[in-house]
């Protein structure tokens, strides 16, 4: 980032830059007052006559610190940075006037002296990016400063009451904030200040150990910060753009549900009997019925007991999708890669360490799946001692009598195989001894794999309306948002 000696002179035609920064900062009163410091100091209308000049076209790497931002009296406002005679803002008011200032540089001083911190956040956000969600004409050099204020209204709701261990303020009035759009950088920047005014007293909020044992806690969560970076991104983005999002994400939604409701009639054949009887093999007997992936991938080494299962299910998996399941899975492979390409260009390019957002919905799929034939095989009864390949070949059977049935993950498995080049052979049709143990470690009866059958459907079942319930929540709330801004505008005469 860059001062470009100019208003609203950004840079246009970058790739893999961040659409929004948010670095976070914060600075405790004591530190503050040991330099000399007012936080009243960030707001001076009456030292608004700087003007643009050369000296605005020094470099600079990072934002200003704020512990230095406070030496630069009236900073928030500097005439250098903004267009509008009144560019602070508040809770209720896009434009501050002189009145409003001197309540707001009286209420800075009361959060100082009562202990403490000062918060701030910024918004760093590229050109391309503004012009494509009509935010700014390059030409003329004129922003949507409104429609960028409203937006930071929200985000400072979701930092104030989300960002700490309980709401900032301990009413509505006890938290002064305000905020600022400063343009004289190649990237229009939004700042966000805000403070809480009276004495911290709760002991959730103060910090109990450490240096700054006894102050106000200062660092707000990752997270917070990344659920105010979506909902900043999400406010300004033209309907368009969010309808190209939601049908990507729809897309998958549906690749998703198609590949779940498909790989048991491909996972149950004779084909796949012996990958079946070695997962159930390397299962741990004794936590039958606790059986999952847990909070690791499925193809971590670091699964504990359940990592040789996880390995085995993992590779069946990959086979099925390279063969049986190949185009659904390349077209969901596909899919989440154009939404990583979206994310990088709303988000710039990932850190180092950072998973993709394609990676963290592959390991969700397969760790659905894994768990599903986990949880299923765990339903298998104890008391039978009849090998598996021949109960699975009556478990097919009973499936084509009873109305092509449904069984596992997907309605009608193996009872038009030909569909899918499968032979709906049954397993092994005249069972050989076997040396493998495994035959009378598998005890199934038809009974249960019709109790399977049903639970797994009503799996299904709910995941799907889950779902579709999704689905509708996100329309709802793309037709309630352009909903409002076509209000606004109406209300703004435009």
Do not use: C
């Not at 990072?62 to 630069?72: P, T, Y």
């Not at 049986?324 to 260009?345: A, M, P, R, V």
């Amino acid at each position: 980032m860059a001062k470009t000696g100019k208003i609203a002179a950004f840079a246009l035609g970058e790739k893999n830059t961040a659409m929004v920064n948010l670095p976070a900062q914060f600075v405790t009163s004591s530190s503050a007052s040991a330099k000399g410091q007012a936080y009243s100091n960030l707001v001076d209308y009456a030292n608004n006559s700087e003007k643009t000049s050369d000296l605005n076209n020094a470099s600079i790497t990072d934002l200003i610190a704020l512990k230095e931002q406070f030496n630069k009296r009236g900073y928030a406002n500097r005439s250098t940075s903004v267009t509008e005679t009144h560019p602070i803002f508040g809770e209720e008011k896009l434009n501050y006037d002189n009145h409003d200032i001197s309540q707001l540089r009286k209420q800075l001083d009361e959060a100082q002296a009562n202990g403490n911190n000062i918060h701030e956040l910024a918004f760093s956000i590229r050109g391309d990016w503004l012009v494509e969600n009509n935010l700014y004409d390059p030409e003329t050099q004129v922003i949507d400063q409104n429609k960028l204020k409203h937006a930071e209204q929200e985000v400072a709701k979701t930092l104030i009451n989300k960002g700490f261990n309980l709401s900032l303020g301990e009413n509505e009035k006890d938290v002064v904030w305000f905020g600022v759009i400063h343009q004289d950088t190649d990237h229009l920047n939004m700042h966000l200040w805000f403070a809480k005014k009276t004495a911290e007293t709760r002991p959730e909020m103060i910090k109990s150990e450490g240096p700054y044992k006894g102050q106000p806690i200062g660092v707000i969560p990752l997270a917070v910060i990344e659920q105010a970076k979506r909902q900043f991104r999400k406010q300004q983005m033209g309907s368009q753009e969010l309808m190209r999002h939601e049908e990507v994400l729809r897309e998958v939604g549906a690749l998703k549900k198609e590949i779940v409701e498909s790989a048991p009639e491909n996972l149950l054949t004779a084909k796949y009997s012996q990958d079946i009887k070695n997962i159930y093999s390397a299962l741990p007997q004794d936590m039958k019925g606790r059986w999952q992936v847990g909070n690791t991938t499925l193809n971590s080494r670091k699964g504990g007991r359940m990592a040789h299962a996880n390995q085995l299910t993992n590779e069946l998996l990959d086979t099925i999708f390279s063969k049986e399941l190949k185009t659904e899975y390349s077209g969901f492979k596909s899919l989440t890669k154009q939404y990583d390409e979206i994310n990088t260009k709303d988000k710039g390019v990932m850190h180092k360490g950072q998973r993709k957002w394609s990676e963290n919905k592959d390991d969700e799929l397969r760790k659905r799946l894994a768990n599903q034939l986990y949880r299923h095989l765990g339903q298998i009864e104890d008391n039978s001692i009849n090998d598996i390949d021949r109960q699975m070949t009556e478990l097919l059977t009973h499936v084509k009598k009873r109305n092509r049935g449904i069984i596992d993950m997907k309605p009608e498995i193996a009872s038009n195989p030909q569909e899918k080049n499968i032979p709906n052979q049954p397993l092994n049709k005249e069972p050989k001894p076997s040396l493998n143990k495994i035959d009378n470690q598998i005890p199934v009866r038809g009974s249960s794999f019709n109790k399977i059958n049903r639970l797994w459907r009503q799996d299904i079942r709910a995941e799907t309306n889950a779902e579709r319930q999704f689905l509708r929540n996100q329309k709802k709330v793309e037709q309630e948002k352009i909903q409002e801004e076509y209000e606004d505008q109406l209300s703004r005469g435009m």
